[in-house]
C-alpha cells in the first residue's frame, strides 16, 4: 500500500474527527446475548442408525456369515468354479528379498534422525 500524502491524512484525521467515536450502550452485550438465546434452538441428537437397526445388522451380518461357512457351495453359478482351499492352510511363502547394505544404512540414520527430533526439540524448548 501506498504511503498517504500529507494533505490526504490531514483529509482522513479530519474526518475522524468530525466522524466521532461512537460508544456502544452499556447494555449492549446483554442485548446481542438475549437475542442470540432467544433465537438458538436446541436440537436432540438422533442417531441414523438406531440400536435396533445395529442389531439388526449384525444379525444379518452372521447369519450370512455362518451360510458362507457352513452350507456346501455346490450349484451357486460362479462360485462353484471356484476352486476352494481350506483357508486354514497358508502354504504361500514370500519371495527372497535382497537389500543392499547401503539401503539398510540409510533406513537405520533416518529412523535414529527422527527418533532424535522430539529429544532435540524438549531441549531447545527447555532453554
Not at 474527527?17 to 436446541?42: F, Q, Y
Not at 458362507?68 to 482351499?85: A, D, H, N, R
Request: net charge positive; hydrophobic share 50%; with cysteine.
Amino acid at each position: 500500500m501506498e504511503k498517504l500524502s500529507k494533505q490526504q491524512e490531514q483529509h482522513f484525521r479530519a474526518m475522524m474527527r468530525e466522524a466521532g467515536g461512537e460508544l456502544p450502550s452499556s447494555a449492549l452485550k446483554a442485548n446481542v446475548m438475549n437475542a442470540i438465546g432467544a433465537s438458538s434452538k436446541t436440537i436432540a441428537y438422533k442417531p441414523l442408525i438406531g440400536k435396533k437397526g445395529w442389531s439388526l445388522l449384525t444379525i444379518i451380518a452372521c447369519l450370512v456369515i455362518l451360510l458362507v461357512v457352513l452350507l456346501p457351495f455346490e450349484g451357486f453359478g460362479f462360485l462353484s468354479q471356484i476352486e476352494w482351499k481350506n483357508p486354514m492352510l497358508f502354504d504361500y511363502t514370500l519371495p527372497n528379498l535382497t537389500v543392499p547394505k547401503t539401503f539398510l544404512y540409510a533406513i537405520a540414520f533416518t529412523a535414529l534422525f527422527l527418533l532424535q527430533v522430539p529429544f532435540l526439540k524438549r531441549i531447545h524448548g527447555a532453554k
